[in-house]
C-alpha cells in the first residue's frame, strides 16, 4: 500500500476519533428572554381540534404530534402517527433531536392544556422552532371530534360545514358508520376538501 | 438555500443562484476530470474491476461528515442551520431500488450523465434524455404514486438517533467502515480480471 494512503488512513482515524472523546459542548442555545416573553404572549402557538384532525386525515408529512400523557394512557388511545414523550425525559438528547425537525410542525398535546403549555415553553426556551399546542388537548379533541354534538336549526351554513367536517372525521377515526343530525335541508353532499400542506422545499443531493 | 453562508445573511439571497451555478461547474469539473463521465468506470462498480466510484462519494461523506462536526463543535457552523432532507422510507426504498437498476443498466447516475451529455458521449445524451421521460412520466402518474411516496415518513431522522448513538461515535464507526471497505474494494479489484477502457 502506498505510503501516501497510509498515511490518509491514519488522520482519518485519528481525527474521527478526537470527536469521540472531545469533552461535551457546554454552550447550549437558549431564546432570549425578551422574545420568549413576545412569544409567550401570542395565541398562534394554539391550533385547534378540528385543524389537527384536517391534517392528520390528510396525512400531512409536516405534522408530528407529539403525545404528552403518561405512557399507559399512551397505549390505550392515541392520536395516529403521535410520539409519546413523558415531560421529564424531554431534555434528553435523542427527545431534542426528534424535536428539533425544522421541516415539521411539532403539535404538542396532553389530556388539558396545563402539561403542553409547560412543555412548549422548555422547547421554545431551547431555541426549538414551530411547536405549537393543540387547545384544550386530548378532553378537546373527544369532545370536538369524537362525541356527538346536537346540531341547532338555525345554524348557519359556516356551522354546518364544521359539523360535516367533524362527522366524516368521527367517522374516520371511529369506522361506525355514525350519521349527523343535521337538519333536512342541510342534508345534502358535502365534499371534505383536505388542504394537504406542501412539504418543506427539498434541496438537491446526490451524485 | 446555500447555509450558513447565505441564511446567516452574511450574503444576500440573490447570489444563490450564482453559488449554484459555480458549484455545479465545480462539480461537473470534477467528475470529468476524474473520468466519472464513462459508464464504464461506474458500471465498473458493478462488477468489481472499479471502484473508484464508492471510493470517492463515501470519502466525500465521511470528510465532509467530520469536518460539520469539528466546525459544529468550534461554533463555525450552526447546525439548526443546515437543511436535513425528510426520510419517506417507502418511497426511499423503492426509488433506490429504481436508481440502482438505472446505475447498473446505464451505467450513469444523473450528475455523471449530464457529464458525459456536455461533453458529446452519446450514451450520455441517451441516458440523460431517458430520465426527463421518467420525469414527465412520474409527475403526470403521481396522483397514483401519492400515497406510496408519502407513506413512512419519518421526518428529517438521523440514524445515530435511531441507533441512540451520538453523532460522533456514529462518524467514528462510518470511518472505520469506509476505510475497510476502501481496503476490501482494493483486494477484490486485485482478484477480478483488469478491464482496461
Request: net charge neutral.
Amino acid at each position: 500500500m502506498e505510503r501516501k494512503y497510509t498515511i490518509l488512513t491514519i488522520l482519518l482515524i485519528v481525527l474521527s476519533f478526537g470527536l469521540v472523546i472531545l469533552p461535551e459542548k457546554k454552550d447550549q442555545k437558549e431564546l432570549n428572554p425578551e422574545v420568549l416573553l413576545s412569544a409567550i404572549s401570542e395565541k398562534s402557538r394554539y391550533v385547534s381540534a378540528d385543524l389537527v384532525t384536517e391534517r392528520i386525515i390528510g396525512n400531512d408529512p409536516t405534522l408530528q404530534l407529539i403525545d404528552l400523557r403518561p405512557a399507559e394512557q399512551f397505549k390505550l388511545f392515541a392520536l395516529p402517527d403521535a410520539v409519546n414523550i413523558q415531560p421529564e425525559s424531554l431534555l434528553s438528547a435523542t427527545t431534542l433531536e426528534l424535536l428539533n425537525q425544522p421541516a415539521k410542525d411539532k403539535v404538542l398535546y396532553a389530556n388539558s392544556d396545563l402539561i403542553s403549555e409547560k412543555v412548549w415553553l422548555i422547547l421554545t426556551r431551547n431555541s426549538i422552532s414551530q411547536v405549537y399546542i393543540m387547545k384544550g388537548g386530548m378532553n378537546e379533541w373527544f369532545n370536538t371530534i369524537i362525541k356527538e354534538m346536537p346540531v341547532n336549526d338555525a345554524a348557519s351554513s359556516t356551522d354546518l360545514d364544521l359539523l360535516s367536517f367533524r362527522n366524516a372525521a368521527r367517522q374516520f377515526f371511529v369506522g361506525t358508520g355514525v350519521t349527523s343530525r343535521l337538519p333536512a335541508s342541510a342534508k345534502k353532499a358535502e365534499n371534505v376538501q383536505v388542504i394537504r400542506k406542501a412539504p418543506a422545499a427539498a434541496s438537491g443531493g446526490g451524485c | 438555500m446555500i447555509g450558513p453562508i447565505i441564511s446567516s445573511g452574511l450574503v444576500s439571497p440573490a447570489w444563490d443562484n450564482i453559488f449554484a451555478v459555480l458549484l455545479g461547474i465545480g462539480f461537473g469539473f470534477a467528475l470529468e476530470s476524474s473520468g466519472f463521465s464513462s459508464s464504464r468506470k461506474i458500471i465498473g462498480t458493478f462488477f468489481g474491476y472499479d471502484f473508484v466510484v464508492v471510493k470517492v462519494f463515501f470519502t466525500a461523506a465521511i470528510v465532509a461528515s467530520v469536518g460539520l462536526l469539528y466546525l459544529n463543535y468550534f461554533g463555525l457552523v450552526d447546525f439548526s442551520q443546515l437543511y436535513i432532507q425528510p426520510t419517506f422510507l417507502t418511497s426511499a426504498i423503492v426509488g433506490g431500488i429504481i436508481m440502482g437498476i438505472g446505475f447498473a443498466m446505464g451505467g450513469f447516475c444523473p450528475g455523471t450523465s449530464l457529464c458525459a451529455a456536455a461533453v458529446g458521449r452519446i450514451d450520455g445524451i441517451v441516458f440523460f434524455g431517458g430520465m426527463f421521460i421518467g420525469v414527465f412520466l412520474f409527475s403526470e402518474s403521481f396522483s397514483l404514486l401519492e400515497n406510496m411516496f408519502y407513506s413512512g415518513s419519518l421526518g428529517a431522522i438521523m440514524i445515530n438517533s435511531v441507533l441512540g448513538i451520538s453523532p460522533e461515535l456514529f462518524t467514528f464507526l462510518l470511518v472505520l467502515v469506509a476505510l475497510g471497505m476502501f481496503y476490501g474494494a482494493a483486494w477484490v479489484q486485485k482478484k477480478v480480471k483488469k478491464i482496461e477502457y
